[in-house]
Nanobody, 121 residues
Framework: QVQLVESGGGLVQPGGSLRLSCAAS????????MAWYRQAPGKERDLVAS???????NYADSAKDRFTISRDNAKNTVFLQMNNLKPEDTAVYYC???????????????WGQGTLVTVSS
């Protein structure tokens, strides 16, 4: 089995920072693009940032200049450093990854269970 597990969410005041982590585990041959999405109540799930295996970044306009996505390929982990958080950043943040499973060489697109980020005074 292959799975993604997020961590690092919590309650933070406006202007504060959080660092989210997402670790992939299981019988993994290779992880391609990894990404962070978020979903607030009543809204669609939107891309926040993505990073290719080679390190190319893509950011939503709302995240650009405030958030930084990075990854450690050796540890199958992706991070999202979030600075200068705003109330509108409040959402459940989900990790997404394209993974090739080792044993059967199947391509999987997986989602983590989500971690809640609440930005409030």
């Amino acid at each position: 089995q292959v799975q993604l597990v997020e961590s690092g969410g919590g309650l933070v005041q406006p202007g504060g920072s959080l660092r989210l982590s997402c670790a992939a585990s299981g019988n993994i041959f290779r992880i391609d693009t990894m990404a962070w999405y978020r979903q607030a109540p009543g809204k669609e799930r939107d891309l926040v940032a993505s990073i290719t295996r080679g390190g190319a970044h893509n950011y939503a306009d709302s995240a650009k200049d405030r958030f930084t996505i990075s990854r450690d390929n050796a540890k199958n982990t992706v991070f999202l450093q979030m600075n200068n958080l705003k109330p509108e950043d409040t959402a459940v943040y989900y990790c997404n990854a394209g993974i090739i499973e080792r044993s059967l060489y199947k391509y999987l697109e997986l989602w983590g269970q989500g971690t809640l980020v609440t930005v409030s005074s």
